[in-house]
Structures are given as structure tokens and as C-alpha cells.
């Protein structure tokens, strides 16, 4: 298990950037995959990124393709998501999340942290 902590989220206006990081504990973060994922008021929690254990496959949803992008510092336990030309549409709680499976499968991430909110204004 890994216990998980997001900052870096805030308020920006619509073409800004921000970057979230995201802490994890534990000796074996370097084995997990890890993910973002965002929930938006009034919708379902949707995948945003993710990212292999060594770094080396990334895989990004439709909408924030070519705006947002993931990395990880194992050195550091620490896995961050840079966002660029932020849209309201951005505007969610964002989550990050670990898997011991396969980066992909979005469905196996079990370890959450608490979120950060990003509001993106207009």
C-alpha cells in the first residue's frame, strides 16, 4: 500500500499552468504505476495521465493531449503532472492514484490521495 499526497493545485486563468505533485511513502514506489485522474462537479471521476514504474511509457486521455504532461523522480517518491494552456474545462479535484499492475489498466489503481482542486477561470 501507498499512501499518497497531492499539492500544487490553485487557481489560474484559462491559458496558465500549473503543476501538481503528488508525495508517495514507502520503500516501492519505484514498482508502481502511477496515475492522475480528475473529477469535475456533477460528473464521474475520469483517467487524466499515467505513467510506468521505470518512467519510460506515458499514456494521456484525448483532452489533455499536447497540454499535459506526466513524470515521476523516484529518487524523490514523487510523481508530478505539468498542465499548460488550461482550460475551464480543466476546472476538477485532481487525484493521483498507484497501481502494482499495468500503467493502462485504469481500472487497477487502488492507493488514492485526497485530491487538489484546480479551478481554471475564464
Known amino acids: 500500500q501507498v499512501h499518497l499526497v497531492e499539492s500544487g493545485g490553485g487557481s489560474v486563468q484559462a491559458g496558465g499552468s500549473l503543476r501538481l505533485s503528488c508525495a508517495a511513502s514507502?520503500?516501492?514506489?519505484?514498482?508502481?504505476?502511477m496515475g492522475w485522474f480528475r473529477q469535475a462537479p456533477g460528473k464521474e471521476r475520469e483517467f487524466v495521465a499515467a505513467i510506468s514504474w521505470s518512467g519510460g511509457n506515458v499514456v494521456y486521455a484525448d483532452s489533455v493531449k499536447g497540454r499535459f504532461f506526466i513524470s515521476r523522480d523516484n529518487a524523490k517518491n514523487t510523481v508530478y503532472l505539468q498542465m499548460n494552456s488550461l482550460k475551464p474545462e480543466d476546472t476538477a479535484v485532481y487525484y493521483c492514484?498507484?497501481?502494482?499492475?499495468?500503467?493502462?489498466?485504469?481500472?487497477?489503481?487502488?492507493?488514492w490521495g485526497q485530491g487538489t482542486q484546480v479551478t481554471v477561470s475564464s
Open positions: 514507502g520503500r516501492t514506489f519505484s514498482t508502481y504505476a
Open positions: 492514484a498507484a497501481s502494482s499492475r499495468d500503467y493502462w489498466d485504469y481500472h487497477s489503481y487502488a492507493d
